[in-house]
C-alpha cells in the first residue's frame, strides 16, 4: 500500500523557536495532504489543507502565520510551528491523498514538546 | 455541523471475545463513513468503509453497517485476537470518497489479552 512518513518522529524545541515537520509520500504522488492536531484523548482535528503549488487552506481557528505550510512538491509538504510555545505541544499528524481511489494515506505522526 | 461520537474506551476483552465499538454520527446530506485503526507507533489505516445507507464495509473480520436510521456505523468483530489491540477511529466525510475533510471520533482504545 502507498506509504507516508513524518520527520522527525519527536522533537523538543525551547519556547520562541520554530521547528519544522516534513511529511513525505514515499511511492505516490498527492496532490494534496492534510494536517492535523492530535490531543490527548481527543479526536484528531484537521488544521489544513495543503494543495501542491498553491496557498494552503486553513481551517477556522487556525493562525496560519504561527503554522505554516509549504507544499512545494507531489510528494513532499512541510509544517512549521513558529514560535513556539508550550501550548503548542501537541501529536502533529499529516495525510496524503492518493491519485485513485481517492483515499488519505496517513503519517505516523511527529510528537511536538515544547519547554 | 458534522460530528461523530464514538464510546470512550479503553475496551478491554480476553482473546475470541465479540467486540462492539459504538459510533454515532450528526451530518448533513449523505456522508461517508470510515473506520481507521492505529496500531501502536503507526499511522492511521483506512480499516472499511461504507458510502450509503445500508451498505456494510467489512475487512479483516471487522465489520460495520451505514444505518441512516439511526445515524450509527457500530464497529463489530465476532472473535477478537491480541494482534487487534489497537486505537480505532469512526470518521465521516461529505464526499463519496474521502477527498474531502475527514471528521474524526475520539478514538477507543481496545486492549485484548490472552
Known amino acids: 500500500g502507498a506509504v507516508v512518513s513524518q520527520h522527525p518522529s519527536r522533537v523538543i524545541c525551547k519556547s520562541g523557536t520554530s521547528v519544522k515537520i516534513e511529511c513525505r509520500s514515499l511511492d505516490f504522488q498527492a496532490t494534496t495532504m492534510f494536517w492535523y492536531r492530535q490531543f490527548p484523548k481527543q479526536s484528531l482535528m484537521l488544521m489544513a489543507t495543503s494543495n501542491e503549488g498553491s496557498k494552503a487552506t486553513y481551517e477556522q481557528g487556525v493562525e496560519k502565520d504561527k503554522f505554516l505550510i509549504n507544499h512545494a512538491s507531489l510528494t513532499l509538504s512541510t509544517l512549521t510551528v513558529t514560535s513556539a510555545h508550550p501550548e503548542d505541544s501537541s501529536f502533529y499528524i499529516c495525510?496524503?491523498?492518493?491519485?485513485?481511489?481517492?483515499?488519505?494515506?496517513f503519517g505516523p505522526g511527529t510528537r511536538l514538546t515544547v519547554t | 455541523g458534522n460530528s461523530v461520537t464514538q464510546m470512550e474506551g479503553p475496551v478491554t476483552l480476553s482473546e475470541e471475545a465479540f467486540l462492539t465499538i459504538n459510533c454515532t454520527y450528526t451530518?448533513?446530506?449523505?456522508?461517508?463513513l470510515f473506520w481507521y485503526v492505529q496500531y501502536p507507533g503507526e499511522g492511521l489505516q483506512l480499516l472499511l468503509k461504507a458510502t450509503k445507507a445500508d451498505d456494510k464495509g467489512s475487512n479483516k473480520g471487522f465489520e460495520a453497517t451505514y444505518r441512516k436510521e439511526t445515524t450509527s456505523f457500530h464497529l463489530e468483530k465476532g472473535s477478537v485476537q491480541v494482534s487487534d489491540s489497537a486505537v480505532y477511529f469512526c470518521?465521516?466525510?461529505?464526499?463519496?470518497?474521502?477527498?474531502?475533510?475527514?471528521?474524526f471520533g475520539t478514538g477507543t482504545r481496545l486492549q485484548v489479552f490472552p
Open positions: 470518521a465521516l466525510s461529505n464526499e463519496t470518497y474521502n477527498t474531502d475533510k475527514l471528521i
Open positions: 495525510s496524503a491523498l492518493a491519485g485513485g481511489p481517492y483515499e488519505q494515506y
Open positions: 451530518a448533513t446530506g449523505y456522508p461517508s
